[in-house]
């Protein structure tokens, strides 16, 4: 029998930040938590950049989505679609950039349902304004990893959502997919 300090693997830095007592239940789980503290911590480093502006990292990202789609306008469930990270409450999001004047809305004449939301001008200088910083901010998280060990993390990334069998747009996520977001996942780290 080997000696139990070679048969204990180290105490990993997730175990240690969230002051877990117990072990992970094997490396899948510790890798997925691992993953949903990373994807929490870069969401909230982007928060903090967002705020200068005055606006969410949900927002920014409507308003990127819109820009891209600029002079056209989409509907609610293209805008959801794709967007980043689901946002099950997505009306709210434009309701809050509407008061803002970032965008604007229309309802479509053929289909009375269907409401059309644009960039505004006002939204358009905003974006310009925080090009330059999120830009940058890609390079400031990620770049201290290799361009080997960026699409080492890009294949991996990809191959593990691969597994979600999620084939629902972010916005259209229903709420037992969207109980394991990495927004509620760190809200059980936290």
């Known amino acids: 029998m080997l000696p139990r300090r070679l048969t ?15 072990p992970f239940s094997g ?9 949903f503290r990373t994807a929490d911590c870069l969401q ?4 903090r950049e967002a705020k200068r502006w ?4 949900t927002q920014y990202n409507v308003l990127r989505i819109l820009r891209g789609a600029h002079p056209n306008g989409l509907p609610c469930s293209s805008i959801g679609e794709r967007m980043i990270t689901s946002d099950p ?17 229309e309802r479509q004449k053929k289909d009375k349902r269907v409401v059309t939301t644009y960039i505004t001008d006002s939204g358009l200088v905003l974006l ?20 080997g060990e960026l699409a080492q993390f890009i294949r991996l990334l990809e191959l593990a959502r691969k597994q979600c069998d999620d084939r629902t747009a972010p916005g259209e996520a229903n709420e037992t997919a969207g109980d394991l977001t990495a927004a509620n996942a760190s809200a059980r780290l936290e």
């Open 89 to 105: 409450d997505i009306t709210r999001v434009l309701g809050r950039l509407k008061a803002l004047h970032l965008i604007r809305q």
């Open 128 to 147: 310009k304004e925080m090009d330059e910083t999120v830009s940058r901010f890609p390079f400031r998280t990620l770049g201290h990893l290799d361009s």
């Open 8 to 22: 204990e693997s180290p105490v990993s830095r997730l175990k240690s930040e969230i002051a877990q007592q117990k």
């Open 44 to 47: 909230r480093a982007m928060q």
């Open 27 to 35: 490396p899948a789980e510790e890798a997925l938590l691992n993953l």
């Open 54 to 57: 005055n606006i969410t990292s």
